[in-house]
Structure formats: structure tokens, C-alpha cells
């Protein structure tokens, strides 16, 4: 995959860079094959499940070897440590899943409020990578984004009402830090809206501060996307960091 000076300032211009066909489809099939026995896991605690199924898996690179190779992938690897210019470790790494019919929606938010706050981490010098691994249309809930709108910095959240475990708020459909109703209609009048379907092996780089949501999976296939996300080695947690190894890892191994 070749990444020139004007597809990385594309990036930085409007917090998103797609690549076509980063996986071929053996590597597609292993991968998908592995996600059908996740469901032999359900009781471990990186498998976060809502309504009885599975909603995320984290730190997948634990538990079977084709997603260890999969983020020390080289153009991964390549195009992430050059959109930030640093040397990168692995950050977070996850699964999402959207069965047919029931899998549930990802609100309008911004990820890094979740690593500053919750995870001490000071700046957004990192970049997530979601792979789709399946053909995504519009029935399926792919990603959607709002251009530009990593240029802002942590924006006001939607004021909401949550009981219970503040961990969970920051994984199922009913996310803690949700960006204010009123502060999405401004940027999605200026800058639009872009729903992002793409087939199967498409990688999109984005910024951590990038507005993002997708609706629920209304169509009879599958969605699943993997989402790894690297960070500078020179921008590591400040204080020790309140969620688990699997959400927040302390690996700081250069993947360079």
C-alpha cells in the first residue's frame, strides 16, 4: 500500500484514510473462522456480551494466533507510525461483532475522552485501524463519521443518567461519554456526513478524536470488524491506568 505526502495530509486534513483491500480473502477466512468459536469464551472477561450476545472482544491476540499476526501486520505497522510520526505500540486491540438482526449501535462519540480520562493518557497521538471483515452495506450499520471534526479536541458529552458499573458504560450500546446532540448537528451541517461501506479487507485509519457512531445491524448478515489501535511510545499513561490490562494495555513492546 503506498503512502504518499498527499494521502497524509488527507488524513490530518479530515482524521480519515481508507485503504481498499489491506487483507486478501484467506486471510479474511482465517480470521472469520476463529470469531465463530469466540462463543466458547463468553464467560472470560475481555468478551464483553449484551442481551446474551457478544457485543466486543478484547485483546483477541491472547487467545488464538491469527490475530497476533494480525496487528503486526507491516502496512499497518508502516501507515499508522507515519500518520503520527512516532514509534508505536500496541495500544488497544478489539473485536466488534454485529450479528444479523440484533447487533446493537455504537452512539455519536469521540474514543479518545476514554483514554485521557479513564486510561491517563495525555495526548491524541495514536491512530485506530478498523478492518472490515465482511462486504459492509448500509442495512449492516458500517461506520459512519463526521470529516474535520478530529480538529476540535475533546467536545462537550451528552448529559446522561447511569447506574451501575461505569466499565460497562464504556463498551455496551449505552456509552458513558457521548458527544452533545446539539454539537453533532453543527459539524454534520458544516462538514456532512460519510457512511463508510466498503467491502471485505478495508481498512480505515482514523483519528482518536474523530466523531464516529454506526446504527444496528438490520440486514441478515454479519458485521464484524476488528479495531486495533497503536500509540507513541512517547505518549504511554501518565498515572496507572483504571481499567483492565485487556482495555488498556501495559505492553509497551515497539512494534517498529
Known amino acids: 500500500m503506498k503512502l504518499d505526502d498527499g494521502k497524509i495530509k488527507d488524513y490530518h486534513e479530515k482524521g480519515f484514510l481508507i485503504f481498499e483491500n489491506m487483507l486478501n480473502k484467506d486471510e479474511i477466512i482465517s480470521l472469520k473462522d476463529r470469531i465463530l468459536q469466540f462463543e466458547n469464551h463468553k464467560d472470560q472477561s475481555n468478551v464483553i456480551c449484551e442481551d446474551d450476545e457478544i457485543r466486543s472482544v478484547f485483546a483477541p491476540h491472547k487467545i488464538f494466533e491469527e490475530y497476533d499476526r494480525l496487528y503486526r501486520h507491516k502496512e499497518l505497522i508502516n501507515i499508522s507510525s507515519k500518520l503520527i510520526d512516532e514509534e508505536i505500540y500496541l495500544y488497544q486491540y478489539k473485536i466488534n461483532l454485529k450479528k444479523p438482526f440484533v447487533g446493537k449501535w455504537w452512539e455519536w462519540h469521540q ?6 480520562l479513564d486510561d491517563g493518557i495525555e495526548n491524541p497521538d495514536m491512530v485506530s ?16 463519521i463526521i470529516p474535520g ?5 475533546i467536545e462537550a458529552f451528552e448529559k446522561k443518567d447511569l447506574d451501575g458499573d461505569s466499565l460497562i458504560n464504556s463498551l455496551n450500546s ?11 448537528k453543527e459539524y454534520a451541517d458544516k462538514n456532512g456526513i460519510k457512511t463508510l461501506s466498503y467491502g471485505a479487507g478495508t481498512a480505515i485509519f482514523f483519528h482518536p478524536n474523530l466523531f464516529h457512531a454506526s446504527t444496528g445491524n438490520l440486514s441478515p448478515y454479519t458485521r464484524d470488524t476488528v479495531i486495533i489501535t497503536y500509540n507513541s511510545l512517547k505518549n504511554i499513561p501518565t498515572v ?6 485487556y482495555i488498556c494495555s501495559r505492553d509497551f513492546e515497539s512494534l517498529n
Not at 174 to 184: G, R
Open 149 to 153: 471534526t478530529h480538529k476540535i479536541g
Open 111 to 116: 474514543d479518545f475522552p476514554y483514554w485521557k
Open 240 to 245: 496507572e491506568a483504571k481499567r483492565p490490562e
Open 174 to 184: 449505552n456509552l458513558k461519554y457521548t458527544i452533545d446532540k446539539q454539537m453533532i
Open 129 to 144: 485501524v478498523m478492518i472490515y471483515l465482511d462486504d459492509v452495506d448500509v442495512c449492516q450499520g458500517p461506520l459512519m
